[in-house]
């Protein structure tokens, strides 16, 4: 399995390295059963799994940067076909106590945890454990806690709550004025695209020139797009045509295929002039389609799409920039992922 760029963001506050046009920094940590990501707005989601790989139970907490944000918590459980399923309201354990019914949200097999529950979740993460969800029927699904006060505490670092009353892991007496206020959500204004003429020769000659896939070449500082090496009987993608089409009158967008794994693809995309010079700029490898100025990536965690990853790139008129990401979380079960965990935010208008 290829891993995609964001999974491989795992420890420190680090720039999104897709375009040097992308905004902000971002964080993913995974720490046990754990995760947390935290985008360029300052707002960071922890998500929770149980320990067993059986169980799709799972907790989402999202908190928003800025002074005096509370945490909001929800939960999720899925059972799969063959496993368990639940019987009558929910209800939050912790421990011997019954932290009452959860109430159910938008989203199968969604619920949400009221201020209260939420509260005696955060304490139990970080102290003595013991969380689990029950049913009418008396089954019991446990929450791990294991790696939890780590993500916690890595929220209250990207977010610089640490020493103040907010903070989860390590509480102090700094006004709580002294938090970052959250960032804004930027705004792309994506460029208009002129549509390619089928068969247009000019293009088919483009597309087979020696100097233009030497050009893309030189974007990279290495073989990682099997599709521009030369053709090597071992390397099933090597020498792989090039497909070019319009943006705009002076750009045109080239793909080739880069790579291909057991259930992932990744196709090159690079912005590039008509004509020599081209001045190729490299967009990503890692892409699955394109369509109405935005380059769209997706990856699998595994074959079973439990957890997914996505990104998205949109033209401005001069570059593609980097306008969405979206983390996987843990591959537990649940078909498309159980929570969307993004890394980079933005409005296309």
Not at 141 to 156: E, F, R, Y
Not at 281 to 303: E, F, L, N, P
Not at 329 to 338: N, Q, S, Y
């Amino acid at each position: 399995m290829r891993l995609p760029l964001l999974a491989t963001l795992l420890a420190l506050p680090c720039p999104l390295t897709a375009l040097a046009t992308a905004p902000a920094k971002s964080l993913y940590f995974q720490h046990h059963d754990w995760v947390v990501a935290c985008d360029n707005t300052l707002t960071c989601r922890a998500a929770g799994y149980a320990a067993d790989d059986d169980s799709t139970l799972s907790v989402l907490l999202t908190r928003k940067g800025g002074p005096g944000q509370v945490i909001q918590g929800r939960l999720s459980l899925q059972p799969e076909e063959g496993q368990t399923q639940p019987k009558g309201a929910l209800h939050l354990r912790i421990q011997q106590q019954d932290l009452g019914v959860l109430t159910p949200a938008k989203g199968e097999g969604t619920h949400s945890l009221n201020a209260a529950q939420t509260s005696a979740l955060l304490s139990a993460l970080v102290r003595d454990g013991g969380i689990s969800v029950t049913d009418g029927a008396g089954h019991r699904w446990p929450l791990s806690d294991k790696g939890a006060a780590a993500v916690l505490l890595k929220i209250d670092e990207y977010q610089g709550r640490l020493g103040t009353p907010g903070a989860v892991m390590r509480k102090g007496s700094t006004p709580e004025s002294s938090v970052p206020a959250a960032l804004p959500v930027p705004v792309v204004r994506k460029a208009a695209t002129l549509d390619s003429p089928p068969d247009d020769p000019a293009f088919a000659r483009l597309a087979a020139s020696p100097a233009l896939r030497a050009a893309l070449r030189a974007t990279l500082e290495d073989d990682s797009c099997e599709g521009l090496q030369e053709t090597d009987a071992d390397v099933p993608l090597s020498n792989s045509p090039l497909q070019v089409r319009r943006l705009d009158a002076q750009h045109v967008l080239v793909t080739v295929p880069c790579w291909r794994g057991a259930y992932n693809i990744g196709d090159g995309y690079w912005v590039a002039r008509p004509q020599a010079p081209f001045r190729a700029q490299w967009v990503t490898s890692d892409a699955i389609d394109y369509a109405d100025g935005q380059i769209i990536a997706a990856q699998k965690g595994r074959g079973l799409a439990d957890c997914m990853s996505h990104a998205a790139w949109t033209w401005d008129g001069t570059n593609f920039i980097a306008t969405s990401e979206v983390a996987p979380g843990l591959c537990r079960g649940v078909p498309g992922g159980t929570w969307e965990l993004p890394m980079l935010v933005s409005e296309v208008r």
